[in-house]
């Protein structure tokens, strides 16, 4: 989405600014809005490796690298970050 985002009554609302490829009745400039509970942060393996979940990745990237790697064995996970 393009800025400006807002939210309102507890929702957020912006405008499309590119087509998406799966939202087949959606198009660039169209407003689209939508609720936290709405938001899906999907993950998959794809040749053992672990793709997307971009909020983990977010959050091991501000962890110590140490720490870090505890997480990435203890979780099973393997990032390409």
Do not use: C, H
Not at 29 to 52: C, H, P, Q, W
Not at 67 to 79: E, S, W
């Amino acid at each position: 989405m393009s800025l400006p985002r807002v939210w309102v009554d507890e929702r957020f609302v912006g405008q499309l600014n590119n087509t998406p490829r799966s939202a087949m009745s959606l198009k660039t400039g169209d407003t689209v809005s939508f609720s936290k509970n709405e938001i899906v942060d999907r993950m998959y393996m794809d040749a053992g490796k672990l793709k997307g979940n971009y909020s983990a990745r977010a959050i091991l990237k501000s962890v110590p690298p140490k720490d870090r790697k505890v997480l990435l064995l203890r979780f099973g996970l393997d990032f390409d970050f």
